[in-house]
């Protein structure tokens, strides 16, 4: 099994609301990965988790908080989002320095 | 951060064309691999060289590294319609730990 399942496919949310994204991957990957794109540009690089621990934080806002349950699962909890957070969020893994697998993503809206 | 700039932005080709795509990069690597990208929707690995390979093939695809002048080339031969995407590459050059910095990208349109 090749694939990174992200759920849900799309989120609307509102500035107050309280939301989860959820990442699982069953490759026996153990490094994971948090990455926003917007429209027409490359994906940034928000979160890394190896073995579990998180890694990589590229200086997030606080109300981007992950969460690495076990070795398969990567959860991204959000939090009185802001409009311009409003991106397609991308979970990938990958065994150490290898090629990444990426998920289809997250389309989230923020109203 | 961004490490890697694409060149071209955008290319446009009739099909069984050769596309190349160019990055350059700015820091030191330990590998760099090029995406492919369907409409916004995930990202698909082509290939990945590493910091000590000059060259590498894999079907269809020719990657190239040059570290002296931190520039990688991607070779797409004999284009076809589905190879219309947008193509990034990407630096690993985190010491502690791994991830990705993407380039700007290049969208490749590959018409009949």
């Known amino acids: 099994d090749t694939e990174v399942t992200q759920t849900p496919k799309h989120l609307v949310m509102g500035m107050t609301n309280k939301k989860s994204l959820k990442c699982e991957q069953h490759?026996?990957?153990?490094?994971m990965y948090w990455y926003k794109q917007k429209a027409k540009k490359p994906p940034e690089l928000m979160f890394v988790y190896s073995y579990e621990k998180l890694s990589i934080n590229e200086s997030v806002p606080s109300r981007f908080s992950p969460e690495c349950p076990n070795s398969s699962l990567l959860n991204l909890h959000l939090h009185a989002l802001q409009p311009e957070d409003s991106a397609l969020y991308l979970c990938?893994?990958?065994?150490?320095?290898?090629?990444?697998?990426f998920g289809p993503g997250t389309r989230l809206t923020v109203t | 951060s961004q490490q890697g700039e694409e060149d071209p932005q955008a290319l446009s080709i009739q099909e069984g064309e050769n596309a190349t795509m160019n990055c350059s990069y700015k820091?030191?690597?330990?590998?760099l691999q090029w995406y492919r990208q369907n409409s916004g929707r995930g990202l698909v690995h082509l290939i990945l060289?590493?910091?000590?390979?000059r060259e590498k093939h894999s079907g269809r695809l020719r990657v190239t590294l040059d570290t002296s002048k931190k520039s990688s080339s991607l070779l797409i031969t004999a284009s076809r319609a589905a190879d219309t995407a947008s193509y990034f590459c990407a630096t690993d050059v985190y010491q502690a730990g791994t991830a990705l910095i993407f380039g700007k990208g290049t969208t490749l349109s590959v018409s009949s």
């Open positions: 060289i590493r910091s000590n390979e």
């Open positions: 820091t030191s690597i330990n590998n």
């Open positions: 490759m026996g990957h153990r490094a």
């Open positions: 990938a893994s990958s065994h150490d320095r290898d090629e990444q697998y």
